[in-house]
């Protein structure tokens, strides 16, 4: 449980650069283009908020 603690942030932005990367027709340059890059931001802002979830509930489970 402990390393599907770690991982999954990790899975989720994979999950996500890899739906976009499938979605501009596996063409790297257009990664670049507004829409592709705002949703990998996104998934970045997402990849803390979900380790900080992940911390908080490890140390509430603790106590």
Do not use: C, E, W
């Not at 942030?9 to 650069?17: G, I, K, R, S």
């Not at 027709?25 to 949703?39: A, C, E, S, T, W």
């Amino acid at each position: 449980m402990k390393f599907l603690k770690i991982v999954s942030p990790y899975l989720y932005v994979l999950m996500v650069v890899f739906v976009v990367f499938h979605n501009t027709g596996y063409q790297i340059k257009r990664m670049f283009q507004v829409p592709y890059v705002l949703y990998i931001v996104l998934a970045l802002a997402s990849f803390f908020v979900i380790r900080s979830v992940i911390k908080q509930s490890a140390t509430t489970d603790q106590s």
